[in-house]
């Protein structure tokens, strides 16, 4: 039998291509920015979805870290920046920002940075422009709308990556609620939940085996490497809130091997570095003696160096320095306890979805409504919502903003990502009444704007006005 070589070639680059593709995956992650605590200085960022196993994100607002509680703002001349670690390999497809702006102004860039290389370049330009969402989305309305940029860039090749949002040269501010990332993942790499692990503390009774992971702790603190263990000698502590969700990339995670010799074990972190040392109170990553001795108490666990000359591993917190693991021949400083990776946490799925008001009523010349439901439990994990509209012609919704675009009946239908709930609102939109100068004097001092239900308002000597001028009671 002749077999044609050219014939060979293109089936081997086509098996190529095939077992290529069956290793890269396909996964999106949403990071949606909650709050900023003042007292760490830090954004609590929620996520859900799947990330690169041992993946971070750090999340970064110049002006909401300083002012106010606007943790979320993004005025001009500032910026707001997802960092990412670990996702060297990933390619990403595209982002949908979760934005809204100040009433008539705000404008909004875009950067993608991998290491020191610019992959993207988008310059700030207005929201209401067709570079984002086409019309202005005031932050009064308390909606965010999606806008999603496809993006045609090449994988990471390194892993400190990030994603810049940044504010105009202009007046006006953007504001940004979350971000959802859809990805390919690195070729032969894996996938997991960015949600945070549980541990199970091991005592007396407890037993370890190859391959465990384990996190040292004592006293509400883990251990980390922040200042290098080169220059430091010592392992670093970090405050730990819950042994049941540790989410921080900081917190060392030990993988437990077989020693050279019956009874000892290596500790390998999760950045592939073996736990080793060199004298008392001198631990180091790939050097000295790394093999060791552990035995489980009720009062912690006795981590002792194969050199027992090198003392035990203890929990030490001097009143005039920082809290510290090490290797100490003293008795008295507290051993630390394992706590052993058990599972990740599971995400929590929406119950319920409903809106105060199901039928509604307006007029064509309110241009826009909000529509906000209220999303049971409060602490459910994706809270993205799906819009749609039955009826285009007259209604067309985003993120819960909803444009009038003609008169007759539409029903928006809300269903939560993670398909737990959904709802329904009928509007009716009548004809415009021909009606387009404000009634109300925005400028008396007693006439503010405010909400009511789904729509803005302008009160005046307890009256209420739509932003038509129409009286509505």
């Not at 060297?88 to 909004?108: D, E, L, P, V, Y």
């Not at 021949?329 to 409903?354: C, V």
Request: hydrophobic share 35%.
């Amino acid at each position: 039998m002749i077999f044609n070589n050219n014939i060979a070639g293109k089936l081997m680059v086509m098996v190529a291509i095939f077992a290529t593709s069956l290793c890269v995956q396909a996964a999106e992650v949403t990071y949606r920015i909650v709050e900023f605590n003042k007292t760490t200085g830090d954004f609590f960022i929620a996520a859900s979805g799947m990330v690169p196993t041992n993946s971070y994100v750090y999340f970064e607002n110049q002006y909401g870290a300083t002012t106010g509680n606007r943790y979320n703002q993004i005025p001009r001349n500032k910026q707001a920046v997802f960092y990412l670690e670990g996702w060297q390999g990933c390619r990403i497809n595209s982002i949908t920002f979760s934005m809204c702006s100040n009433s008539k102004s705000g404008q909004a860039g875009l950067v993608i940075n991998d290491g020191d290389t610019q992959l993207y370049n988008l310059r700030s330009d207005d929201f209401a422009s067709d570079t984002w969402f086409g019309q202005w989305v005031s932050k009064d309305f308390g909606v965010y709308v999606d806008i999603t940029k496809h993006l045609d860039i090449p994988a990471f090749n390194t892993d400190e990556a990030s994603i810049t949002v940044k504010g105009g040269t202009n007046e006006g501010s953007v504001y940004l609620n979350a971000i959802t990332i859809d990805y390919d993942e690195a070729p032969n790499s894996s996938l997991e939940s960015p949600l945070g692990w549980i541990y199970e503390k091991l005592t007396k009774k407890s037993s370890i085996a190859e391959g465990d992971e384990i996190m040292l702790f004592r006293n509400g603190c883990a251990a980390t490497d922040i200042d290098g263990m080169e220059k430091s000698h010592y392992l670093d502590a970090i405050p730990v809130a819950s042994t049941s969700d540790v989410s921080s990339n900081d917190v060392l995670c030990f993988t437990l091997g077989k020693g050279d010799e019956p009874n000892y074990w290596t500790m390998t972190s999760q950045y592939g570095h073996l736990l080793g040392a060199t004298a008392k109170q001198t631990l180091a990553w790939d050097e000295g003696s790394t093999q060791w001795t552990i035995s489980l108490g009720y009062d912690g666990a006795t981590i002792t160096n194969a050199n027992a000359n090198y003392g035990t591993m203890r929990y030490n917190a001097p009143a005039e320095s920082y809290a510290r693991f090490n290797l100490y021949t003293s008795k008295t400083l507290p051993l630390p306890f394992i706590y052993r990776k058990d599972r990740q946490r599971e995400p929590e799925i929406s119950s319920s979805l409903t809106f105060d008001n199901t039928d509604l009523t307006v007029s064509l010349d309110e241009g826009h409504i909000a529509l906000r439901p209220t999303l049971k439990p409060a602490s459910a994990t994706d809270q993205r919502i799906q819009w749609s509209s039955n009826n285009e012609s007259v209604a067309t919704v985003n993120g819960g903003y909803v444009t009038l675009v003609g008169v007759g009946t539409a029903t928006i239908s809300a269903q939560t990502k993670d398909g737990g709930a959904s709802a329904t609102v009928r509007i009716t939109v009548n004809a415009a009444t021909g009606i387009d100068k404000t009634v109300v004097d925005n400028k008396s001092q007693t006439a503010y704007k405010t909400i009511d239900g789904h729509r803005i308002v302008v009160r005046n000597k307890g009256k209420r006005y739509g932003l038509n001028g129409i009286k509505l009671y």
